[in-house]
């Protein structure tokens, strides 16, 4: 069956609400309009308005009041509509959604998700196109997982929804309409750990969310050059499965992590360090990395100047195998 | 013809039943005489004016009591809730037992009420853990620091409630300085379009931390901010015991009725400063303080009880020594109390074992047993 990304987490969200009332799906324009991206379409007229619901216009408040229904004993998925959009609701889920569990010293427990339509690549106005994971990552208490497929996209819906702790489900948006031929439901546990998703011997491949079909392309461009690259998707973030992305760097004793984000603290940072520390003997090149520009996300027009492509990855690579 | 989309919208409610009424209520002049307002009878039975009373005495003291443990440095900081025992005990007492609070910090004559343990709340203020009382045992949710932010938590909750037809309502206290916070603003906006049965308490005791009044808001009363969301806004002197219980019980009663959120404004004053750490002196004259001091609501429930014959000496008495056996298990609780388990650190962070917070727990555990270099630890 042919699913794309978008109707792979609209079945994950129509079947964990079918599953259990406690499942709400609330957020800007997801009721009636099914969401700007049709994520939660249909789930408003087969679950009625109170499971699935339009929101006022407020970020904050949907943070905000998805932590009081979740201490109240529901189940609550936000959608964030943008990326960029997530910043008004920041003091909610810094400040309480991740630290309320532990504030109260274990009597609480927050099963909220909070679905993140992110990244660029659509050719979206400002504050359309922002990786912001380092952000959630940064801030204990959170769990954030990206999917790369439409299969994860699915998984880590469900997982994120089953999960008594607080997910941060990063959805990239630019890969919602990527198809892939699966069954669903997909019923294999769990999909927090990190998949080799290419078998490769001279350089590991690091990467998550959007830029695992764009590391998978640099791998089959790097075949015709003679290079063998492994392609490790990390799938979640926090927690981080260093030890898959360690295995792999041993074989291969060269690592390129890819993420849109920009450099500067992004989560290459934390992999290259994490790398260093533990296979540092492996290492034929240091840790290099594929990532946008320590710059504000450009206008459209400029984008493809600014995001990770084929190329970059490709040029990095070639300076791993250099060493 | 096309509609005409920019004209008014045909059944729009006019804003006359949500303005706040041009006085705060008031039923208990500062001497403790009653006068009846027509709208708010009185409907608290003997029994309970004086458990309202004991109450606000147990707060005063327990309060006085945490002053003292920070001054001798046995808390890092404490929140005063020194002349606001009346807003904030007799508006939670005009809550059911299923009903919940979710307080901001200085919210101690309500976890009195609520019989919420002082001392585990003041674990907060000593450092040694963040809270130590169950939320759900007591239906008092942990205090919170950020300003207004707990007012969407009590929103939700309460939409919660109504998506499962269960008749509580919740209730938020912040503060003046709360009202200018967009949560606060959100929270009120989500309030009134879910017809959530939350009840919005704001205890204007004059100054956030320094800033005036007037300096916070351009609003004629606080309570008209309600206004903008389609919710009640209603005023009362949260100093008068018998006005705060009055106004809230009824709010209350109307959102567990189905008639949605309000928003009360008490009007009292913070007679203490802002914190422990504050010098109240730079922004407010010693004038102002005693004049405050003349509507000090325990000694005009002390007044009106008196008048009304339920107040005799040995009751007084009692509540005294009360208040004195509340403060002394403050005392023994929190005076040099340890801390915990370092290790506890990493035990609630999630609800799922991870092995990223083992392996940061191990670190700590190994610090812990390692030796000292050069010599004992």
């Known amino acids: ?323 | 013809m096309a509609e005409d989309v920019t004209a008014p919208v045909e059944g729009a409610r006019g804003d006359a039943h949500l303005l706040p009424p041009a006085e705060p209520v008031r039923l208990l002049a500062p001497d403790g005489t009653l006068h009846e307002h027509e709208d708010y009878p009185v409907e608290l039975c003997d029994a309970e004016l004086l458990a309202i009373h004991r109450a606000m005495v147990i707060t005063r003291r327990v309060d006085r009591e945490a002053i003292n443990l920070q001054r001798q440095g046995q808390l890092g900081v404490y929140a005063s809730c020194l002349g606001q025992e009346a807003a904030q005990v007799a508006s939670t007492w005009a809550l059911e037992a299923p009903d919940w609070v979710f307080p901001s910090y200085r919210e101690l004559g309500s976890a009195i009420v609520r019989e919420v343990e002082p001392a585990d709340l003041l674990h907060l203020f000593r450092g040694t853990w963040l809270s130590d009382h169950d939320p759900y045992e007591h239906r008092f949710a942990l205090l919170s620091i950020p300003i207004g932010t707990q007012a969407l938590h009590a929103t939700g909750f309460a939409m919660g409630a109504r998506f499962d037809d269960n008749p509580l309502v919740t209730m938020v206290y912040f503060g003046d300085g709360g009202t200018s916070e967009g949560d606060t603003h959100e929270a009120m906006t989500f309030a009134g379009v879910m017809q959530a049965p939350v009840v919005f308490f704001v205890q204007n005791n004059r100054y956030a931390i320094s800033v005036p009044l007037t300096s916070q808001t351009a609003a004629p009363t606080l309570a008209h901010k309600a206004v903008g969301y389609g919710l009640p806004g209603l005023r009362c002197d949260g100093n008068d015991p018998l006005a705060t219980y009055a106004v809230t019980r009824r709010a209350v009663q109307q959102a567990r009725s189905g008639g949605g959120p309000a928003l009360i404004e008490a009007l009292t004053y913070r007679m203490e400063a802002h914190t422990t750490s504050d010098d109240p002196t730079r922004y407010r004259s010693q004038e102002e303080l005693e004049e405050a001091a003349r509507t000090d609501p325990i000694q005009r429930m002390r007044n009106h009880l008196q008048r009304r014959g339920l107040l005799d000496e040995a009751t007084e008495d009692g509540f005294a020594q009360e208040a004195e056996e509340h403060a002394r298990r403050v005392r023994e609780a929190i005076y040099d109390a340890p801390h915990g388990d370092p290790l506890e650190l990493f035990d609630h962070v999630y609800v799922a074992d991870r092995a990223d917070v083992a392996a940061q727990r191990a670190q700590l555990q190994a610090e812990l047993t390692a030796p000292p270099e050069g010599g004992d630890r």
């Open chain 1, 1 to 323: 069956m042919s699913v794309t990304l978008a109707q792979a987490i609209n079945r994950a969200l129509t079947e964990a609400m079918a599953q259990d009332d406690r499942v709400l799906v609330f957020g800007e324009d997801v009721g009636r309009l099914g969401g700007v991206f049709r994520v939660t379409d249909g789930l408003q007229a087969r679950f009625g308005d109170r499971r699935c619901f339009d929101t006022p216009l407020a970020e904050s408040g949907i943070i905000g009041t998805a932590i009081g229904l979740a201490m109240y004993g529901y189940r609550p998925v936000a959608e964030m509509q943008f990326d960029g959009f997530t910043y008004p609701a920041f003091e909610q889920i810094v400040s309480h959604l991740a630290k309320l569990r532990n504030r109260s010293r274990g009597t609480l427990r927050l099963p909220v998700t909070v679905r993140i339509p992110y990244g660029g690549g659509i050719g979206a106005v400002e504050h359309h196109s922002e990786s912001p994971e380092s952000y959630w990552v940064h801030t204990a208490g959170l769990t954030v997982v990206t999917p790369g497929t439409p299969e994860d996209g699915y998984a880590l819906t469900r997982e994120a929804i089953a999960s008594d702790d607080p997910v941060i489900l990063l959805e990239p948006k630019r890969r919602y309409w990527m198809k892939s031929d699966i069954e669903l439901p997909v019923t294999a546990p769990p999909h927090t750990s990190a998949l080799v998703r290419r078998a490769g011997e001279d350089v590991t491949i690091v990467c998550y969310g959007p830029m695992v079909r764009t590391a998978l392309e640099a791998a089959e461009a790097a075949a015709e050059e003679g290079w063998s690259l492994e392609v490790v998707d990390l799938r979640s973030l926090s927690p981080l499965d260093t030890d898959t992305v360690v295995a792999s760097v041993r074989r291969t004793g060269r690592a390129v992590v890819v993420h849109e984000a920009p450099r500067t603290l992004g989560m290459g940072a934390e992999i290259a360090a994490r790398v260093q520390e533990a296979a540092f003997y492996h290492l034929e090149a240091p840790v290099l990395r594929a990532t946008g520009f320590d710059t504000p996300y450009p206008p459209a027009k400029l984008e493809s100047y600014w995001l990770p492509d084929v190329d970059r990855i490709l040029d990095l690579v070639e300076r791993a195998m250099a060493y």
